[in-house]
Every structure is written in structure tokens, then in C-alpha cells.
């Protein structure tokens, strides 16, 4: 009787457990996830399209869960934005990349790292004096930070402006993110001032083909040269579509032809090789 009220209360306890596991709302668990630090950055290159050089990077948050599994973040991110845990990770953002990427950039000032800033952290405001405490504190240059926002993040106009500007004033480049896929693009442009804009891949992806996108394309790129923009095309993975962007005067690109997002160490080899080529 006694081994049979055992396992009994053995299997009471893990169901206990078990159902407790299901419990853990996704939010919980990206809050415990956070506080865990349970996440790393990996770098996208950017290219400079008149020499092949590598310039510069996005940094692109992944979450490595303790199981091994990776997950990305078009999964967590907009969570993160909808439960106000973007800052935190925000926070977790800038400390990673300072930490990977602070002795290359000492080393090469021309070198930039582009970070992906919410709508909710553009909002509040927060994450700027976290970054200028860790540029500072880690002898980069605040110019070599660049911020990327979506148009989401520029929709509550003057907050966003009064944002860009304090971010520009601490020495940072702004670009707009995504350009075309929001809503009010061309006045959101006249009222901003940015330094870059980045073509969203779906109008890459449209270069040579017969989709409607295409006839945009060029007008997106003049208008970023009208307006003194710096251009950043995304989703680069054909040497046609590179050899139109470079053609239409668009200086910057990234995207697969170049490379996937790079774990840090493997960045630094890359930048290494296309430095001095
Ligand atoms: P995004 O800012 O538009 O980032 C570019 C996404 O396109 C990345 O996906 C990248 O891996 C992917 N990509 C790059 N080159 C190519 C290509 O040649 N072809 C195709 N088909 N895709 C390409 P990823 O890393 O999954 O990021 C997805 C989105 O998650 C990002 O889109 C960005 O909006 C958001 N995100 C990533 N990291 C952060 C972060 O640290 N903070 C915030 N707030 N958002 C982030
Ligand atoms: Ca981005
Ligand atoms: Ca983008
Ligand atoms: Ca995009």
C-alpha cells in the first residue's frame, strides 16, 4: 500500500508541476526570459555597394531558450511591444551590442551598428540615456550607433520628432525603417529630420519583375536622393537587383547575396575580410 500512495503522490506533485508550466503565460515567460538574459544578437552586414566593403551591421535580436531552441523575433517582438517589455529588452539590446561590438568599432571608426528601436521606446524616451551612458562608458562614438525606427514609430508625430531630434543631438543617425509598407510615408518624411531611409524588401524583391511594387522603386529612391537621405536597401539576394540599386545611386545595401545574420565572432571575420578588400 505504502510504494502504491507513493507513486500516487509522485505523479499528483508532477501534474501539479506540469500544469503549472502551461500556465506560464507567454508574456511570463518572456518577462522570465529577459531577466534570464536569455538572448543574444546576431549581425546582418551592410555593404557599401561602390567597393564592396563591409560599413556596417544591423543588429538582429534572437531568443535562445535554455531548451536549445531559437526563436526569432517577429515572434517576441511584437509581444514585447504590446506587454511594454520592449523596454527592458531595449535595454538588453544596447548593453549586447556595446559588449560584442565596442573594441571593433574602437578599432574602425568608420564602422556602424544599426539597432531597431520601437514605436513604445521612441515614446518614452528611455533608451537614450541608456545608450549615451554605454557609448560613453565604452569609448565608441555615438555616430557609429545608428537608430532604426518604423514609420509605427513616427505616427504620433511630435513625440516622434521631439525623439529624432534629442537622438540626433547625442550624435546618433536616424533612418526610417520598412520605408513604403506604413501609411503616411511622404509626410512623415517632410517633417523628420533623418539622416537615412531603408527600401523594405518587398520593393527590392520587386526589382526586374513585372509586380506592381516595381514602378515604386525608382520614385522611392529619387525621392530619398531629393531629400538628402542616405539609402539602405534590405533584402539584397540577386546580383540583378544589386546591379539596379547600384545603378539608381543607392550606396548601401544588405541583404542574403551578402550574408545572413552572423552570431558576433563570425561578424568580426567577415568585417575582417571585407575591410581590405
Ligand atoms: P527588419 O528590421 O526589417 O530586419 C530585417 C529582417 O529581414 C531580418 O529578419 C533579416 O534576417 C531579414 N533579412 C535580411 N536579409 C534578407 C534577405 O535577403 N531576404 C529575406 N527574405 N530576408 C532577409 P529577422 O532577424 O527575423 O527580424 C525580423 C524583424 O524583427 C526585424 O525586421 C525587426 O523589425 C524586428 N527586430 C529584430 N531585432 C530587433 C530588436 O532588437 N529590436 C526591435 N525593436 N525589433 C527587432
Ligand atoms: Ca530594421
Ligand atoms: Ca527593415
Ligand atoms: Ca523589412
Redesign the pocket.
Known amino acids: 500500500l505504502l510504494p502504491m500512495g507513493l507513486l500516487v503522490s509522485t505523479l499528483l506533485v508532477g501534474l501539479v508541476i506540469w500544469v503549472s508550466r502551461q500556465r506560464l503565460s507567454p508574456e511570463k515567460e518572456l518577462a522570465i526570459a529577459i531577466r534570464k538574459r536569455e538572448f543574444v544578437v546576431h549581425y ?1 552586414p551592410i555593404i557599401d555597394l561602390s567597393n564592396g566593403r563591409c560599413v556596417a551591421a ?4 534572437r531568443w535562445r531558450r535554455p531548451d536549445g531552441r531559437w526563436i ?3 515572434l517576441f ?1 511584437p509581444l514585447a511591444e504590446e506587454t511594454g517589455l ?1 523596454s527592458p529588452l ?1 535595454d538588453l ?1 544596447i548593453e549586447r551590442v556595446i559588449e560584442d561590438q565596442a573594441a571593433l568599432l574602437r578599432a574602425d571608426r568608420d564602422l556602424h551598428i544599426s ?4 514605436a513604445r521606446d521612441l515614446e518614452s524616451g528611455r533608451f537614450l540615456p541608456v545608450l549615451t551612458e554605454a557609448v560613453t562608458r565604452s569609448g565608441v562614438a555615438p555616430s557609429q550607433i545608428w537608430i ?1 525606427a518604423t514609420e509605427q514609430g513616427f505616427i504620433r508625430a511630435e513625440i516622434a520628432a521631439g525623439a529624432v531630434e534629442a537622438a540626433r543631438a547625442a550624435g546618433h543617425m536616424v533612418a526610417i ?2 520605408f513604403g509598407t506604413g501609411y503616411s510615408s511622404l509626410s512623415l518624411l517632410q517633417g523628420l529630420p533623418l539622416d537615412a531611409l531603408k527600401i523594405d ?1 518587398s520593393f527590392v524583391e520587386a526589382i526586374a519583375t513585372d509586380a506592381a511594387t516595381s514602378v515604386v522603386t525608382p520614385h522611392i529612391i529619387d525621392m530619398a536622393h531629393g531629400l538628402k537621405l542616405r539609402i539602405i536597401a ?4 540577386t546580383r540583378e537587383q544589386e546591379a539596379y540599386l547600384r545603378a539608381a545611386g543607392v550606396r548601401l545595401a ?3 547575396l551578402y550574408s ?2 552572423l552570431p558576433a565572432s563570425e561578424f568580426a571575420t567577415f568585417h575582417q575580410d571585407r575591410k581590405v578588400q
Open positions: 546582418q544591423e543588429a538582429l535580436l526569432g523575433p517577429d517582438i520592449i531595449t539590446l539597432i531597431n528601436i520601437s532604426e525603417d520598412d524588401k534590405e533584402g539584397v539576394e544588405q541583404g542574403w545572413h545574420a
